[in-house]
């Protein structure tokens, strides 16, 4: 259980372009998803977290008008990057906690790789 | 402000031999801490957990000890194998909101 995936795992887009990125649970159903962004040999820094059926709650120094989230549905997250630039390039990862997992512990996607050239 | 860290960036062992990983973290009211494993190019993967009423938690090959007196998590790793190579993570919450926040990471390179 608890099994998390985002799609797609790699894009590469140009400067000035917008990418959405999605995160499922596929086994079970989350009100709560959280969104991480990761440079290469960095570790990963809370970008937001998007709730179901209300606005996310963005971390400060994330523009939330740039990074666009929507928790439309218990299994579903999206996070789009508006006018995307060079200095966007980096590893996209979310998250979610199982409703069964009384530590609240976060199960991880796999990752989206993005390039904008 | 408020920071997790790791004391080394790299750690490397021989196959066979426990490898231990060591991470200090600063916010006294952190209450829940997990060990993550990030393989290259894929997401982090959970290992291990431990809330701050327990000093020591054992898995399969693997061991959490928590000394909340100098705010010290470690992760052993015994009988370390090729598979083991990665980036470990510490990561806090004080379990508001369940906001995690993670350490610098340290690369674990196992030699055959």
């Known amino acids: 259980g608890a099994v998390v995936s985002q799609h797609p795992s790699r894009v590469i887009c140009k400067s000035g372009t917008s990418v959405k990125i999605e995160c499922r649970s596929l086994?079970?159903?989350?009100?709560?998803m959280f969104w991480y962004r990761q440079f290469p040999k960095q570790s990963l820094m809370l970008m937001a977290t998007?709730?179901?059926?209300?606005?996310?709650?963005?971390e400060q120094g994330v523009e939330k008008d740039k990074f666009l989230i929507n928790h439309a549905s218990l299994t579903l997250s999206t996070l789009t990057v508006t006018s995307a630039h060079p200095e966007d390039s980096s590893f996209y990862i979310c998250?979610?906690?199982?409703?069964?997992?009384?530590?609240?512990?976060?199960?991880f996607g796999p990752g989206t790789r993005l390039l904008v050239l | 402000g408020e920071s997790v860290g790791l004391h080394l960036p790299t750690l490397s062992v021989q196959e066979g031999d426990n490898s231990i990983i060591n991470c200090a973290y600063s916010?006294?009211?952190?209450?829940?801490f997990i060990w993550y494993k990030q393989e290259s190019g894929k997401g982090p993967q959970f290992i291990i957990d431990?809330?701050?009423?327990?000093d020591k938690r054992q898995g399969q090959r693997v061991t959490v000890l928590l000394n909340k007196t100098v705010k010290h998590l470690s992760l052993q790793i015994a009988a370390t194998q090729p598979g083991d190579s990665a980036v470990y993570f510490c990561?806090?919450?004080?379990?508001?909101?369940?906001?995690?926040?993670f350490g610098k990471g340290i690369t674990l390179s196992v030699r055959p």
């Open positions: 998250s979610a906690t199982p409703p069964w997992d009384i530590q609240e512990t976060q199960y």
């Open positions: 998007s709730n179901e059926g209300s606005k996310a709650t963005y």
């Open positions: 086994d079970f159903q989350a009100t709560t």
């Open positions: 431990i809330r701050s009423n327990m």
């Open positions: 990561a806090e919450t004080t379990g508001a909101n369940s906001k995690l926040t």
């Open positions: 916010n006294s009211a952190s209450d829940y």
